[in-house]
């Protein structure tokens, strides 16, 4: 969840390596931010750097533990 305006924190987010899915949203979250990291202590530094990023006000987070099913062919309008 962001204060203020959502796009200069997307764009922020949108920068870091990690991320490989940055969304503005509508509802409960007003970004879902998906990142990669290679272990748990990654992560936690990931985490901490977005808690810095002004204009963030919290985060919550959510690690897969299974994928069954990944698929992107909703394709562009």
Sequence with gaps: RTTGPVS????ALAELSAASYVVVTAGVYDLLVE???ADDHELLNL???????????ETETMTYLDI???TYNWGTR
């Design 35 to 37: 990142v990669v990291c």
């Design 8 to 11: 200069p924190v997307a764009d």
């Design 68 to 70: 069954r099913n990944e």
């Design 47 to 57: 985490v901490d750097t977005i808690r810095a990023t002004p204009g963030v006000r």
